[in-house]
């Protein structure tokens, strides 16, 4: 009677993990590599999404991707900042500083969820989330006219003590699917990080200029030599870090350089200023005369 029992019970939980991998099997779900929901395997196409026709096949899931701040026009044509006026085409830092890469996108901005996501990729271990802006990036690299014709792709090194506590590089994370996307290899040894320095995100804009000169050294150029170079990295925020590493690999022998990061930072004196206070002031203005 017992061992009757036993065997009902075994097949119940037989036929139950059955269903379970059936209902897998058939779905064909995906996992959302930033909230790990499971959803349809099937091309998310978003109409209401800012750059028309973008399109994710692997990205994440619709929910997810509708909480990431894109950068939309107007953006500088220089580093792909988003621009609050449009009189210059070019943001503050572009007009004052030489770059060394040529153009540098961004898929949206350094802000809200993909904030949180860059930083569970970098400080949580969560490695999946690479996976998700890294489709996105590759998909951007296929479609921008800016960063058409490079020939190989170049993560922006970490140094070797960081690479062992962290255990992965994030930018060479994200520089393989765009490089699986765009068929170009990924060469990481062109450029090399010889200090582990101060982490770029401690210092203010001219220390983050001092501190990345020196930190980074050529090391072997073979696979760059006369090519055109796309430059990867997570994040874009003044730009020192993309621009010393685009400056060696020049150096080095590379044709160019464009640059393709996961997000940008806002610069706020061409994010806030004259437009916001404008707005104040109208609305100040529009109080006085209600209440006359
Ligand atoms: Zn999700
Ligand atoms: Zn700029």
């Known amino acids: 009677m017992r061992g009757e029992g036993l065997v009902r019970l ?19 779900q995906f996992r959302c590599p930033f909230c790990w929901s499971l959803f349809p395997d099937q091309p998310q196409v978003e109409p209401s999404l800012p750059r028309e026709g973008f399109w994710f096949p692997q990205a994440g899931c619709p929910g997810c991707l509708a909480l990431l701040p894109f950068v939309t026009p107007p953006f500088c044509d220089r580093c792909g900042r988003p621009l609050r006026q449009t009189a210059s085409r070019l943001c503050t830092d572009c007009r004052r500083y030489y770059r060394f890469f040529v153009v540098a996108r961004a898929v949206g901005v350094y802000d809200g969820a993909l904030r949180h996501w860059i930083q569970l990729l970098k ?14 990036m590759a998909e951007l690299a296929g479609r921008d006219p800016a960063l058409a014709g490079v020939q190989a792709v170049v993560p922006v090194p970490v140094s070797p003590q960081r690479q062992r506590e962290r255990g992965y590089n994030q930018a060479e994370l994200l520089a393989r699917p765009v490089a699986l996307r765009l068929g170009l290899p990924v060469i990481t040894d062109a450029v090399l990080r010889v200090h582990g320095g101060t982490p770029q995100s401690l210092l203010s ?25 796309l430059l990867v990295d997570d994040i874009l925020t003044t730009g020192a870090t993309i621009n010393e590493v685009a400056r060696l690999l020049l150096k080095a022998g590379a044709a160019e350089v464009r640059a393709l990061v996961a997000a940008v930072g806002v610069q706020r004196a061409d994010w806030q200023e004259k ?13 006085k005369r209600n209440c006359r």
Do not use: T
């Open 123 to 136: 400080y949580g271990d969560r490695v999946e989330i690479a996976a998700g802006l890294g489709e996105l």
């Open 205 to 229: 804009g001219v220390a983050r200029r001092r501190n990345a000169f020196g930190l980074y050294e050529i090391g072997r150029p073979a696979g760059i030599a006369g090519r055109s170079v």
């Open 10 to 28: 075994g097949r119940y939980w037989a036929r139950e993990v059955w269903e379970c991998f059936r209902d897998l099997l058939a779905a064909e």
């Open 275 to 287: 437009d916001d206070r404008q707005g104040y002031l109208e609305g100040i203005q529009g109080m």
